[in-house]
């Protein structure tokens, strides 16, 4: 039977399209109704994990309905035309002017930046202006530009997107390596480091392994003192891909953004702490001097030309207004008050962990509310953190369990990413299924009976 003369009061499960399996290689030679497809793509996601209970994402998992009408309502817009969706682009720029008073950019300062996909494009961007600056500079100062590659330095720390940036534009990435004492960048490293050759250093707000947070302002210390002998002087790019729109509600003083000279330009992922759905990053230099115009490219806008960075073109603009509707509708004070709360139930999981007696917790969300422990030394336990992920994933829990970084990979960590609809209650919940989970493990066998029992099971009509 043709799916095109069926009845639509048919029954769903009782069609032709739910006889098949979905095409996957070639597409089906008809159409079949709408109300199908939905319901068949809808099944097909059935058994995926449940985005709430994910502890592993820095990811928004939840957004108030009024919030995700308004996106769904203006997914057509094309965020680069700007002559066609002037509106949007305000909202865009009005984004922008936000985060850069967040960031406590200086009022003698021309500030200029963009929304991208998420923080990998936010720090390409940033990494392609130092890298053009860099090469402007040395130029200037006599340096032969192509007698060795570009350096760019970062903790061991990074993010893959560093990586991607190093390999894509010909960079050399040099790592400052962690160790037991120093689980972040060691400023005073940093010199040994850096040469004629160096594009700029990366401070990192909040490393993704352990959620704890360069020292940018003793890194700007050390730099300053650098710059005032180098040949070429040394920025600072700062990915706040989660600590950028975290710490600047709830740790005002804590000062690691424009306020230090050499910070030029700080990136962030609006679908972390800015609380969007995957699919916003910004970037942000202080001035225009620190975005070489080469990376400027025009497009039509009212009649005139408007500047644009990204290195995407075309993409739905309704991420930008999700991000519009959190600034209007949060505000300072709501920001503050969501993240104050997703910071004491990190804090109370941290807590709990550490209750157990089986774990050194090594981020107990002081700033981030972002929790890490590994497992102390025991002669007599015959588990891991893996196994404790498993037992979790029973409960629909997951919680990754991962090795740091090079020089400390023997080091096995679990983590847990708090969010905002990560509630007390939930979080109770799973602090009870964390410890069910550690007893079954303690008590785990093969058999789960003594091997001498003389006791059988289950009902067997001899009592
Ligand atoms: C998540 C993260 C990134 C990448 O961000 P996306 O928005 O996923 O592209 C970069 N740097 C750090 C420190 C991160 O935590």
Same mark, same amino acid.
């Given at each position: ?10 029954p769903i499960f009782? =069609?032709?399209? #739910? ?9 089906n030679d008809s159409?079949? #109704?709408?109300?199908?497809a939905y319901q ?7 058994? #995926? ?33 700007? =002559? ?13 002017? /936000? ?44 340096? @032969? ?48 480091? /850096? ?18 947070? @360069? ?10 003192? $650098? ?14 891909? =989660? ?67 990204? /290195?995407? *073109?075309?993409?739905?603009? =309704? ?7 959190? !600034?209007?509708? *949060?505000?300072? @004070? ?38 890490? $422990? ?47 609809? !990560? ?6 919940? *799973? ?14 066998? /093969? ?17």
């Amino acid at each position: 039977m043709n799916n095109q003369n069926l009845n639509y009061a048919a029954p769903i499960f009782g =069609s032709d399209a #739910e006889a098949q399996i979905l095409p996957q290689e070639y597409l089906n030679d008809s159409p079949i #109704e709408p109300r199908l497809a939905y319901q068949l793509i809808k099944d097909e996601l059935l058994d #995926e994990g449940n985005a709430r209970q994910n502890l592993a994402t820095f990811c928004q998992t939840y957004m108030e309905p009024e919030a995700t009408q308004i996106m769904s309502e203006t997914l057509e817009k094309n965020a680069i035309d700007k =002559s066609e969706y002037p509106r949007t682009t305000e909202l865009e720029n009005s984004c922008v002017r /936000i985060l850069a008073h967040l960031w406590n950019v200086p009022d003698s300062c021309k500030f200029i930046g963009t929304s991208t996909v998420g923080s990998s494009e936010a720090c390409m961007l940033g990494g392609l202006a130092m890298k053009f600056r860099w090469r402007t500079r040395a130029q200037q100062a006599g340096i @032969d530009t192509n007698a060795k590659k570009p350096n760019l330095v970062i903790s061991s720390g990074y993010q893959v997107c560093w990586e991607k940036f190093c390999v894509y534009w010909d960079i050399e990435l040099r790592e400052v390596p962690m160790d037991e004492q120093h689980k972040s960048l060691d400023p005073a490293q940093i010199t040994k480091y /850096i040469d004629d050759y160096t594009i700029g250093v990366v401070g990192i707000l909040g490393i993704t392994y352990t959620g704890m947070l @360069d020292d940018i302002k003793g890194l700007d210390a050390v730099l300053e003192e $650098y710059n005032k002998k180098a040949k070429v002087s040394v920025p600072i790019h700062v990915d706040g891909a =989660s600590g950028g729109m975290f710490c600047p509600f709830l740790d005002p003083q804590l000062v690691w953004d424009f306020r230090l000279k050499n910070v030029v330009s700080i990136s962030t992922s609006g679908h972390k702490y800015g609380l969007v759905y995957p699919g916003i990053g910004w970037v942000i230099w202080k001035d225009e001097e620190f975005l070489p115009k080469e990376l400027i490219f025009s497009v039509s806008y009212l009649g005139g030309e408007l500047p644009t960075i990204a /290195i995407n *073109f075309s993409r739905s603009a =309704s991420q930008i207004i999700g991000q519009y509707y959190n !600034f209007l509708r *949060f505000g300072f @004070d709501g920001y503050k008050a969501i993240h104050q709360r997703t910071r004491d139930v990190a804090q109370f999981l941290a807590k709990g962990v550490e209750d157990t007696g089986y774990f050194e917790v090594i981020n107990k969300a002081e700033v981030l509310p972002i929790v890490c $422990y590994k497992l102390k030394e025991s002669p007599t336990r015959k588990w891991q953190l893996n196994d404790l992920t498993d037992r979790l994933l029973m409960k629909g829990w997951q919680v990754p369990t991962y090795p740091l970084p090079k020089n400390l990979e023997h080091v096995m960590l679990q983590r847990y990413v708090c969010r905002a609809d !990560f509630g007390m209650q939930m979080a109770h919940n *799973f602090l009870q299924d964390f410890t069910m989970a550690i007893k079954e493990l303690d008590e785990a066998n /093969i058999s789960f009976y003594p091997s001498q029992t003389k006791e059988g099971r289950g009902f067997n009509h001899s009592k």
